[in-house]
């Protein structure tokens, strides 16, 4: 029975057995029913222990339950299990629902009770340590690390000599495990020492210290980075040498620290499976620890030998091509300490700025100047801000502005590749990296804190709140609540009280930003205010404009019932107006805002928002984005933005003036266009502006071009017979007729081109 409780058969990438220990559990609880308590009283103790262990240690939730069903049925019927009240209300049905929890906590609570320790930690390294669930070989070095001080002794003089030779094993589980879970030890041993002021030497045997350091090496002869279980041995290297630098082991100076140097340095460039990021996360905390014990003098300043070879190497890897290897690099310049900046701060930041821009080799590499953005922030966090500092040595007055400056323009990265719009990660970044460099600025001095650049931040955030992704809207509606109610105030926020009014500090808690039936109706107030008319406008159009069905319903009703509310003040109306226009003028051929916002204008004016402006015979509002939609749709091939284009013309004719007619002839000319879906397009939209609007056309003529609108097949191939009957319509309507610009550039036949070479040619010539 007791085999039973741990029975577990590996079968390729998963293991069958868990409904024998299901059923195991289940006969322990029938022999509280089954027996007396002198009758079961000899195999109290291995029950209990094996019930336990069950409860806490089982990958299975339903076996951790009946473990924990039998043990409290046998504490409550036959009333001999060790310390059974205790556990039984602790672990407990719903307790051991969290794997988690079961060997981070409760793990450690029955570990109190010696009759449970040793039993316990036993099976985690006999079972445990090499389960085939990776997660599990993790969970349970965790779990090591929080039983060590239930009982250092066994740890430090049993399982270490135990593990170590696993550590280099041929099997890649328990190796795997062992490496962990020994510098998961070792640590919580160090830790203990700590208390006692003592050193790790004083706990644990000098050669178990020196085979651990040497572990990296071996695997390294061993060539076990390479090949199959290269991403799990690279991580477990990392980790083991990030703890025993945490655990201070005296190997200052020792050849070991080199060959240390070189793992993590070979794991930040070398790219293995899909988990890049969590492997290179373990050599960065691993060349962190190793920097703050191992690189810095008896003075607490930095080898300076060690302190240029490694920034200088690291610095060199951000010209890297491969985007993994640069991103890893990167992250580990954030991660160096103070005493190793010290002096090199500027090189590091110039470093790191040059990574955040967008070149025409780099475009793609969005992940690195996230890293960077990052990276930046972190550093400023480490080496602190000092007004009349060291621009060498800390953030100060003559270098603060070049990182506000990198993190403003990052806001304006949009690059986007197969994988979507992959500059939210970089923007993202910035809206984290400017909140944090203004909140350490103002504590030190509010002085340090430029004007243009508290407002440019205040902007930039808003206009990422009301972008059309979720998490980009978080992240910045976040801040955004942060800033406001920071303390102290940051000075020159713009229209600071009327904010404040409009995000109570209670939105801290309750506002969901990713909701976009709960952001955009909290946004549009922003809109009245001047000041951040055009930041606000901005995020929204690439929202109302968008695809998203749910985003664009939310954001457009919103958008709408700010407008309805305003539809009478003139001022109001003119103030969003003029920021729609020169939103529309900085962004001409930017499809990325240009084709967004002819569908919002075409949403606004079909609402009926600017009905105020159709009593003005030309105004110019109309006139201009007229002229603008014009210059955007000049030489265009794009049909969706075509297609967005003829709704807004369609919707220019609500103006009266000489506007109809430049309208009708843009739309005369696109009925006439190339693609055959523009024209067909074209037409429908043109027929139902007609009936509309009647006065457009003279009475005498309307139903004739009624009927030519709808039984004229737009869509046809013959283009020459379709324009003929546009030009007939232009008669009609009074509207001069459109002419082809000739080619100014005949097409060249290309030398040593042979005309009958093409496929066409040799079917023809074939009969077919």
């Not at 644990?204 to 040497?214: N, P, Q, S, Y």
């Not at 191992?294 to 200088?312: C, F, K, M, S």
């Not at 103002?442 to 430029?450: E, N």
Request: aromatic share 8%; with cysteine.
């Amino acid at each position: 029975m007791l085999k039973a409780l741990t029975y577990s058969e590996k079968r390729a990438g998963y293991s069958v057995g868990s409904h024998v220990r299901d059923a195991a559990c289940y006969v322990c609880w029938a022999f509280a029913r089954a027996y007396e308590p002198e009758e079961i009283k000899p195999y109290v103790q291995q029950i209990a222990s094996a019930l336990v262990i069950t409860a806490v240690a089982d990958r299975e939730v339903n076996c951790r339950r009946a473990a924990s069903a039998a043990f409290q049925e046998n504490v409550g019927r036959q009333g001999t299990f060790p310390h059974g009240i205790d556990i039984v209300t602790t672990v407990d049905y719903f307790a051991v629902g969290s794997r988690n929890n079961c060997y981070l906590n409760l793990s450690v609570y029955v570990a109190q009770f010696e009759e449970y320790t040793q039993a316990l930690v036993d099976h985690l390294v006999h079972h445990k340590i090499s389960h085939w669930d990776p997660s599990l070989r993790s969970l349970t070095a965790d779990a090591l690390h929080n039983l060590t001080p239930k009982c250092p002794d066994y740890m430090a003089k049993t399982i270490l000599p135990m593990l170590l030779p696993l550590c280099t094993g041929m099997d890649l589980s328990t190796r795997y495990g062992a490496i962990l879970s020994c510098g998961q030890i070792v640590h919580a041993l160090h830790k203990l020492a700590l208390e006692k002021n003592q050193s790790i030497t004083d706990l644990v045997d000098k050669d178990i210290l020196e085979g651990l350091a040497k572990v990296p090496e071996k695997l390294e002869a061993a060539q076990l980075y390479r090949g199959i279980g290269a991403d799990y041995m690279r991580p477990a290297a990392c980790s083991l040498i990030e703890k025993l630098s945490l655990s201070k082991l005296p190997l200052h100076g020792s050849p070991t620290i080199s060959v240390w140097q070189t793992t993590l340095d070979d794991t930040l460039k070398v790219l293995l499976a899909d988990y890049q990021v969590a492997i290179q996360d373990n050599a960065i905390a691993g060349f962190a620890a190793l920097c703050n014990e191992y690189y810095r003098t008896e003075e607490g300043t930095a080898l300076p030998d060690i302190q240029d070879t490694v920034i200088d190497s690291y610095l060199g890897q951000l010209q890297n091509d491969m985007v993994y290897a640069r991103c890893g690099f990167i992250l580990a310049l954030g991660a160096l300490p103070k005493f190793m900046i010290a002096g090199k701060l500027k090189k590091l930041l110039s470093g790191l700025i040059q990574a955040t821009k967008i070149t025409v080799k780099d475009i793609s590499m969005a992940e690195a100047r996230r890293d960077a953005i990052k990276s930046i922030t972190r550093i400023c966090s480490t080496v602190g801000i000092e007004k009349g500092g060291s621009p060498d040595c800390v953030i100060c007055e003559d270098n603060i502005s070049s990182v506000y400056d990198t993190f403003l323009q990052a806001m304006e990265d949009y690059t986007t590749d197969r994988r979507g719009d992959v500059g939210t990660w970089v923007r993202e970044a910035a809206v984290v990296g400017l909140a944090e460099i203004t909140s350490q600025a103002l504590k030190v001095d509010a002085s340090l804190i430029q004007q243009e650049y508290c407002e440019k931040t205040i902007f930039s955030i808003l206009h990422q709140a009301g972008e059309k992704i979720d998490r980009a809207r978080v992240v910045a509606g976040e801040t955004l609540l942060r800033l406001l109610y920071h303390d102290p105030p940051i000075p020159y926020i713009p229209h600071r009280e009327e904010l404040l009014n409009l995000f109570p500090e209670k939105d801290k808690e309750t506002l969901n930003w990713a909701s976009a039936a709960e952001c955009y109706p909290k946004l549009m107030p922003v809109l009245s205010l001047k000041t951040y008319t055009y930041p606000v406008l901005l995020g929204l159009t690439v929202s109302v404009g968008g695809l998203t069905e749910s985003l664009v319903k939310h954001s457009s009703h919103s958008l709408n019932t700010y407008m309805l509310k305003i539809s009478d003040d003139e001022e109001g109306l003119k103030a969003i107006s003029d920021t729609l226009l020169t939103i529309f003028n900085n962004y001409i051929k930017v499809d990325r805002v240009s084709l967004p916002l002819l569908k919002m204008l075409d949403f606004l004016l079909g609402s009926g928002c600017f009905e105020l402006f159709t009593q003005e015979e030309d105004h110019p509002f109309s006139l201009a984005l007229l002229d603008l939609c014009k210059k955007e749709i000049a030489k265009c091939g794009d049909p969706q933005k075509l297609l967005a284009a003829i709704g807004v013309f369609c919707q220019l004719v609500q103006f009266s003036g000489t506007i109809r007619g430049k309208v009708l002839f843009q739309l005369l000319v696109l009925l006439g266009h190339k693609y055959p879906k523009v024209r067909k397009n074209t037409a429908n939209q043109l027929y139902e502006m007609l009936i509309t609007y009647e006065d457009i056309v003279a009475e005498e003529n309307l139903d004739e071009v009624m009927t030519i609108l709808s039984e004229t097949t737009w869509d046809d191939d013959n283009l020459e017979v379709i324009r003929g009957v546009r030009n007939q319509l232009c008669d009609l309507m009074g509207v001069k007729k459109p002419v082809a610009k000739a080619s100014t550039k005949p097409k060249q036949e290309k030398a040593g081109e042979d005309r009958m070479s093409s496929y066409a040619d040799l079917v023809g010539r074939l009969g077919y």
